[in-house]
């Protein structure tokens, strides 16, 4: 199922792949589109250019003795005309020389733009050629993926044989953090109560010196002969309005006993799509909830994520809290956190590097991974809350794997 999962992703990166190869190619045939519409309007512009620039040519040359331009000069009504004169001539001149100098500049922006016109067709060929492989590629990863799939369906007997012990962990696990949630409410409870009779006997103290204090106050004042001044009577017709205290919105748990334990759960939820993986390495074999595997009868359910690992690689916690469970569940070594009221189980361990009721950090190396039952590198990751509800870890996890 792993290979099947594996196979499934390189599929996957590899349509993505070819996705982003359309989407270069769409963007190149754009381009060579556009150069193509420049490199026309640049030659109409350019042959209109030569056009005028040989019909002034010719203007020239059929005006070219001195006899008519100083014909032309001196025909002037008056000295300023023959001054405007002069100057229209040296301007024609000039003209003929921006002529010039926009035909050649043209032509250079002419051929560069068929320049870029041949680089965008040779780099779109070589994308093609690239879509073409990976088009290929493609087709040979799903014929790799039919063939894990006809090896899987060939050991389906085998398989949901150790899907229905893997239910039976799961069944196991079950119970397991809901013994541990019990537990952890019965334990918040004790010490909530303990607290709250705590503070009782302590505001029962209080009143009874109050009242101890009060005696003796009036005591002294019989002693002295003092007469108990009179109680001045205030009536007021004003309005005082009491503000009532803001309800929270939030139902707070049993595992929220305290301040703190309410910031750490807040900080949990805070986080919620930015969490570290448990493990640097690896991908997710079996996502949350149920599964089946196309072309066969094989389905199951998986109430965390599998994360496909080698074997010994380091796992952490994925943030702040406290060791709750440290040791064997059924066959498996178990590691549960609890970050305020959620939980965090980590199994398929091979070793365990922490025990109950150490405080350890976001990154704390909690142990090593394991195998699973065909022997394989994995770990199982799942995040519960107070109500022993799993919920989906890819939910709370940064990023996809």
Aim: proline share 2%; hydrophobic share 30%.
């Amino acid at each position: 199922m792993a290979q099947v999962a594996a196979v499934q992703r390189k599929i996957a990166a590899r349509e993505e792949l070819i996705n982003t190869i359309n989407k270069q190619v769409r963007a190149m045939e754009e381009t060579i589109y556009q150069n193509e519409l420049e490199i026309y309007r640049l030659r109409k512009e350019l042959d209109t250019l030569k056009q005028k620039y040989a019909q002034s040519i010719v203007f020239a040359y059929k005006n070219r003795s001195s006899y008519q331009y100083l014909n032309f000069l001196f025909s002037s009504t008056s000295f300023n005309d023959a001054l405007k004169r002069v100057t229209y001539l040296k301007s024609y001149r000039q003209l003929r020389e921006t002529q010039v100098n926009t035909i050649l500049k043209t032509q250079e922006v002419l051929q560069a733009k068929i320049g870029s016109l041949n680089n965008s067709k040779k780099e779109q060929s070589a994308v093609l050629a690239n879509q073409q492989s990976s088009l290929k590629d493609l087709e040979q990863d799903k014929k790799e993926k039919d063939l894990a799939v006809k090896e899987l369906k060939g050991k389906e007997k085998e398989v949901m044989t150790q899907i229905k012990q893997k239910d039976k962990q799961r069944q196991e696990m079950k119970n397991a953090i809901a013994a541990v949630i019990k537990r952890e409410q019965d334990e918040a409870k004790r010490l909530a109560k303990l607290e709250e009779d705590r503070k009782r006997k302590q505001k029962l103290e209080e009143d009874r010196i109050a009242k101890e204090k009060a005696k003796k106050e009036k005591a002294d004042e019989i002693a002295a002969n003092k007469p108990k001044p009179a109680e001045k009577k205030t009536t007021s017709t004003e309005t005082t309005f009491v503000e009532k205290p803001k309800t929270q919105s939030r139902d707070y748990s049993p595992l929220e006993s305290t301040d703190e334990l309410k910031a750490i759960s807040l900080k949990f939820e805070n986080n919620r799509g930015r969490l570290p993986w448990p493990v640097s390495a690896g991908f997710v074999s079996i996502h949350f909830g149920s599964y089946i595997i196309p072309g066969s009868k094989i389905k199951g359910n998986c109430d965390g994520v599998e994360i496909a690992v080698p074997k010994g690689t380091s796992v952490k916690s994925v943030a702040d809290g406290t060791v709750i469970y440290s040791g064997d569940i059924g066959a498996e070594q178990v590691v549960i956190v609890k970050h305020g009221k959620y939980l965090t189980t980590y199994s398929h361990l091979s070793s365990i590097n922490v025990s109950k009721g150490q405080e350890v950090k976001a990154g704390t190396l909690l142990g090593k991974s394991g195998t699973d039952l065909d022997g394989e590198g994995v770990l199982l990751f799942m995040v519960t809350n107070d109500k022993n509800t799993n919920l989906n870890p890819e939910s709370w996890l940064a990023g996809k794997r």
